[in-house]
């Protein structure tokens, strides 16, 4: 059972969480809009999907703003994804995106891990195996691992990762391992602007590669490069393989997430 000291500082972690990473904030290559109902980002690029981060819904009028939104992306020819978190409101809101004919995403749990000089993770020896990614081929390598992990096409990620690369060097990182010439396990870590925040992305490891640390090897880079940059935490939407490892190294689960993509989602 968690102590009164322990549930006050993952409310504080939670509201922080929210004030930065949805109400405020702003993505490179995403044009901000904040209603009286929702935080949505629509996308600069054709053919790229937008989303909705944040939302202040109730019983009464979450349906109608849900096929107001539904609406809205569809004049602007833009599919999108409505992130739901497990204390958004209404409680039934996953349930009317889907009577909407949204496809949700598998659960996953938002871990954030406060960083401090101290941390294992900080002062775990340097990397012999991992490689930073810096150009296109790198990417190309990234998206190439995630096709065959999940079996789906990852080109629009992969034009986003190249892009975001390209035009903010110094808020994307990328990192990979390989052996013998192929890339086996990959992951990257954009730093938040105007905030406190890193966020964590892939962490996928071939199948066959799996139970090396590779996984621990990539965290522990990405966490000493967002200390290097002044950030006090991380933050990582976890499936439930991952979630052990980062419990391990003192992360801690905030809520749920949940990733509805509109009806005309492919």
Not at 187 to 195: L, Q
């Amino acid at each position: 059972m968690k102590s009164n000291h322990e549930e006050m500082k993952e409310n504080q972690l939670l509201a922080l969480f929210q004030r930065e990473l949805r109400l405020e904030a702003n993505t490179p290559g995403y044009v901000r809009e904040a209603t009286d109902h929702v935080v949505r980002h629509v996308s600069k690029q054709k053919n790229e999907k937008g989303f909705i981060i944040c939302s202040h819904l109730n019983e009464e009028n979450a349906s109608e703003i849900i096929d107001s939104e539904m609406c809205y992306f569809n004049n602007l020819g833009q599919e999108f994804e409505w992130k739901v978190y497990s204390y958004d409101q209404p409680h039934n809101l996953k349930a009317l995106l889907m009577q909407k004919g949204f496809d949700m995403e598998e659960e996953e749990a938002l871990m954030v891990l406060e960083l401090n000089e101290q941390h294992h993770l900080i002062n775990r020896p340097a990397s012999a195996i991992v490689k930073e990614i810096r150009d296109k081929e790198g990417i190309e390598d990234i998206i190439a691992l995630e096709n065959t992990i999940w079996g789906e096409s990852h080109t629009e990620l992969g034009e986003r990762l190249w892009r975001d690369k390209q035009n903010n060097p110094d808020s994307l990182f990328l990192y990979g391992i390989y052996q013998e010439g192929l890339l086996v396990s990959a992951a990257w870590m954009y730093i938040e602007s105007n905030s406190s925040f890193a966020s964590l992305w892939g962490g996928s490891t071939l199948s066959s590669e799996r139970g090396k640390g590779y996984y621990t090897e990539l965290l522990a880079d990405r966490a000493k490069k967002a200390y290097e940059y002044g950030r006090k935490h991380l933050t990582v939407d976890a499936r439930p393989m991952s979630r052990p490892i980062l419990e391990k190294y003192r992360f801690t689960c905030l809520a749920y997430t949940y990733g509805c993509h509109s009806p005309s989602f492919k």
